[in-house]
């Protein structure tokens, strides 16, 4: 309870074009990322948008568990025919407001491995660390389009297992 993690986020970004009044005009405007994190839109613009998307960790404090557990599906990563109960546990995400996220976010999660993490209000996963370390993914390491870490699974008995093969 209290420690600092950093979660790896891709953040998507859209370039406003000329076209759009207000204060937004013109200015990168974060739209949506891929753990599934609270984000804005500057309006609905219908004149040219560009996107771009940066990855970045993302520092948050690990607050007190509650008790609570999440079971895990075969799309949260389980395997077999048993139900995976897991602590559900909250991260509470600093403020990034260079990038347009100006408040905390509370985000509920579940930790899969030392290195995995599922978002569960989006049902995706995302690499984590704990704040400081110069850990950094590498080619088994990757996650998949739909979140899936392909060297992380687990086995009937829920526990964790190398799936490299994957």
Do not use: C
Not at 14 to 39: C, F, M, T
Not at 109 to 133: I, Q
């Amino acid at each position: 309870p209290g420690d600092r993690v950093e979660v790896m986020w891709d953040i998507h970004f859209e370039e406003q074009g000329e076209h759009l009044a207000g204060e937004d005009e013109g200015r990168d405007v974060p739209s949506e990322d891929a753990a599934g994190k609270a984000s804005r839109k500057a309006g609905d613009a219908e004149d040219s948008v560009s996107s771009r998307k940066i990855m970045r960790w993302w520092g948050a404090t690990l607050l007190m568990h509650d008790g609570r557990a999440h079971t895990l599906s075969d799309e949260d990563g389980a395997e077999g025919n048993e139900p995976v109960s897991a602590a559900l546990r909250v991260l509470d995400y600093d403020p990034y407001p260079e990038g347009g996220f100006h408040d905390r976010s509370l985000e509920e999660v579940v930790f899969l491995s030392d290195k995995s993490v599922l978002n569960v209000s989006s049902g995706t996963r995302a690499h984590w660390r704990r704040e400081g370390d110069s850990w950094e993914p590498g080619p088994d390491d990757e996650i998949d389009e739909d979140g899936v870490n392909a060297a992380v699974a687990i086995d009937d008995g829920g526990e964790q297992v190398d799936n490299l093969d994957a």
